[in-house]
């Protein structure tokens, strides 16, 4: 009887123990390790009054889900605003628009003007020909009265003329010098007209004029300063003030490669420097309305990731600050495992390593897998807020734990539930091959996600 006893205690160590011992020999744990995950802190986005509280404490919500709802009408009163000051931006868009195409009109009238001037310089020249002709018709007159006179004269000596015909001669020609001085007085009103002195330097011809003159007389200048001031308005800049009429129209036409005038000018209605601030100032009008829009919008806090609601401290009538926190949403699934081995645990430890979770909650009767995805880079005393100093001399060594993240794989929140904070016992399987990204590493590439 005794020996069957004592056979019996054998085969239930060989059962229970072996696997113990070898546990033993090929894992590495502790039971210094914690539940932890992602938590988000929920706070609005503007200032306002509570008018609703959707949630309370560990009400599972889901991404989107409104939680806290703002008094909305302050911020419907400022979209209010903002959509007049829109309307109020696109009447002076389109009133500058219509003010630029007056100037366009005022800018064709003035091309016109130009090509009046040209034409009233080429009349003047013209006119200086006539003049210029008429003169000589009146010298040549003056020059036969003058002819038919000394004739009469002598004929009147010899008794062959009579007085009256001597002195009608002699009426002729005072007559026909009157009328070149006169005609001549003509020609150097219109050169005068034109810019020229009365009588052309060295002896040069009265119908002489400089070449190009339709192009540089005074008025043709100006009426081209008037057209380059009314282009600049509109944002067309023209060529220099020194350039000829005849360039300055070149230039514009060349704006269109078939020189099409009325597309050349419907093109620069929208390019126009005005019409241009005035789209700016629409453009900031809707930018203002967006915003007004976006505030409104943010009246309804949204829950930002799926999870259960924690930490409620809002009601309904607070008045609560854009950023003030007013609850907190744990998540379910972005849960993890947080180890703190003994500095003398780590030697054999790495990325991608299985990793048998037991949590207290539940016993040994559910195994949570998982694998190291990394290494915290310092140990829990060098982050704490008063980090240790051994600089006295009283040096007294304590053992380190380093904080060793375990992922969990297949974990379903809806079975069996892991909370923050639980205890678990993890057991890494140092003795195994790791697998996975950054397999084998103690440090994770950068850039990498484990």
Same mark, same amino acid.
């Given at each position: 009887?005794?020996?069957?006893?004592?056979?019996?205690?054998?085969?239930?160590?060989?059962?229970?123990?072996?696997?113990?011992?070898?546990?033993?020999?090929?894992?590495?744990?502790?039971?210094?390790?914690?539940?932890?995950?992602?938590?988000?802190?929920?706070?609005?986005?503007?200032?306002?009054?509570?008018?609703?509280?959707?949630?309370?404490?560990?009400?599972?919500?889901?991404?989107?889900?409104?939680?806290?709802?703002?008094?909305?009408?302050?911020?419907?009163?400022?979209?209010?605003?903002?959509?007049?000051?829109?309307?109020?931006?696109?009447?002076?868009?389109?009133?500058?628009?219509?003010?630029?195409?007056?100037?366009?009109?005022?800018?064709?009238?003035?091309?016109?003007?130009?090509?009046?001037?040209?034409?009233?310089?080429?009349?003047?020249?013209?006119?200086?020909?006539?003049?210029?002709?008429?003169?000589?018709?009146?010298?040549?007159?003056?020059?036969?009265?003058?002819?038919?006179?000394?004739?009469?004269?002598?004929?009147?000596?010899?008794?062959?003329?009579?007085?009256?015909?001597?002195?009608?001669?002699?009426? *002729? @020609?005072?007559? +026909? $010098? #009157?009328? &070149?001085? %006169? !005609?001549?007085?003509?020609?150097?009103?219109?050169?005068?007209?034109?810019?020229?002195?009365?009588?052309?330097?060295?002896?040069?011809?009265?119908?002489?004029?400089?070449?190009?003159?339709?192009?540089?007389?005074?008025?043709?200048?100006?009426?081209?300063?008037?057209?380059?001031?009314?282009?600049?308005?509109?944002?067309?800049?023209?060529?220099?003030?020194?350039?000829?009429?005849?360039?300055?129209?070149?230039?514009?036409?060349?704006?269109?490669?078939?020189?099409?005038?009325?597309?050349?000018?419907?093109?620069?209605?929208?390019?126009?420097? *005005? @019409?241009?601030? +005035? $789209? #700016?100032? &629409?453009? %900031? !009008?809707?930018?203002?309305?967006?915003?007004?829009?976006?505030?409104?919008?943010?009246?309804?806090?949204?829950?930002?990731?799926?999870?259960?609601?924690?930490?409620?401290?809002?009601?309904?009538?607070?008045?609560?600050?854009?950023?003030?926190?007013?609850?907190?949403?744990?998540?379910?699934?972005?849960?993890?495992?947080?180890?703190?081995?003994?500095?003398?645990?780590?030697?054999?430890?790495?990325?991608?390593?299985?990793?048998?979770?037991?949590?207290?909650?539940?016993?040994?009767?559910?195994?949570?897998?998982?694998?190291?995805?990394?290494?915290?880079?310092?140990?829990?005393?060098?982050?704490?807020?008063?980090?240790?100093?051994?600089?006295?001399?009283?040096?007294?060594?304590?053992?380190?734990?380093?904080?060793?993240?375990?992922?969990?794989?297949?974990?379903?929140?809806?079975?069996?539930?892991?909370?923050?904070?639980?205890?678990?016992?993890?057991?890494?399987?140092?003795?195994?091959?790791?697998?996975?990204?950054?397999?084998?590493?103690?440090?994770?590439?950068?850039?990498?996600?484990?």
């Amino acid at each position: 009887m005794f020996g069957v006893v004592v056979l019996a205690a054998l085969v239930a160590a060989a059962v229970f123990a072996v696997p113990a011992v070898r546990a033993a020999m090929d894992t590495v744990s502790t039971d210094d390790a914690y539940v932890n995950g992602h938590v988000t802190f929920v706070a609005p986005r503007v200032p306002g009054q509570v008018l609703r509280v959707l949630v309370d404490d560990n009400a599972r919500v889901k991404a989107g889900d409104v939680l806290v709802e703002l008094d909305p009408e302050p911020y419907q009163v400022q979209v209010n605003i903002k959509q007049a000051a829109l309307a109020a931006a696109e009447a002076d868009k389109r009133a500058t628009e219509s003010e630029v195409r007056g100037q366009l009109a005022q800018l064709r009238s003035q091309r016109w003007k130009l090509q009046t001037a040209i034409e009233q310089v080429d009349n003047q020249i013209a006119l200086l020909n006539a003049r210029v002709a008429a003169l000589r018709s009146k010298d040549a007159t003056l020059a036969r009265a003058k002819s038919d006179l000394a004739r009469f004269k002598e004929t009147l000596a010899r008794g062959a003329e009579s007085k009256q015909v001597y002195d009608a001669a002699v009426e *002729a @020609v005072g007559v +026909a $010098e #009157a009328q &070149v001085k %006169q !005609a001549t007085q003509e020609v150097y009103e219109v050169r005068v007209g034109l810019g020229l002195p009365p009588l052309p330097p060295n002896g040069g011809a009265l119908t002489d004029v400089p070449a190009g003159l339709n192009q540089t007389f005074s008025t043709v200048r100006q009426a081209v300063a008037d057209m380059t001031h009314i282009a600049a308005q509109v944002g067309l800049p023209l060529s220099k003030s020194e350039a000829t009429p005849t360039q300055v129209i070149e230039e514009f036409r060349a704006r269109d490669a078939k020189g099409d005038v009325d597309r050349i000018f419907a093109a620069l209605v929208p390019e126009a420097p *005005a @019409v241009k601030q +005035a $789209e #700016a100032k &629409v453009l %900031q !009008a809707k930018r203002d309305l967006d915003q007004a829009e976006l505030n409104r919008r943010y009246c309804r806090v949204l829950a930002e990731i799926d999870g259960v609601v924690t930490r409620r401290n809002v009601n309904p009538g607070n008045n609560v600050q854009a950023g003030q926190q007013l609850m907190a949403v744990r998540s379910l699934t972005e849960i993890w495992i947080d180890a703190n081995f003994k500095e003398t645990q780590l030697a054999e430890l790495r990325i991608g390593q299985r990793v048998e979770v037991f949590a207290d909650a539940y016993g040994s009767r559910r195994v949570f897998r998982g694998r190291v995805t990394g290494f915290t880079y310092g140990t829990g005393s060098t982050l704490a807020l008063l980090p240790a100093q051994n600089a006295t001399g009283n040096f007294v060594k304590v053992v380190q734990r380093l904080p060793v993240r375990v992922e969990l794989e297949d974990y379903d929140p809806e079975g069996d539930t892991l909370y923050a904070g639980l205890s678990v016992t993890p057991h890494v399987y140092v003795k195994e091959a790791p697998t996975g990204p950054n397999a084998g590493k103690r440090l994770q590439a950068a850039g990498a996600r484990p």
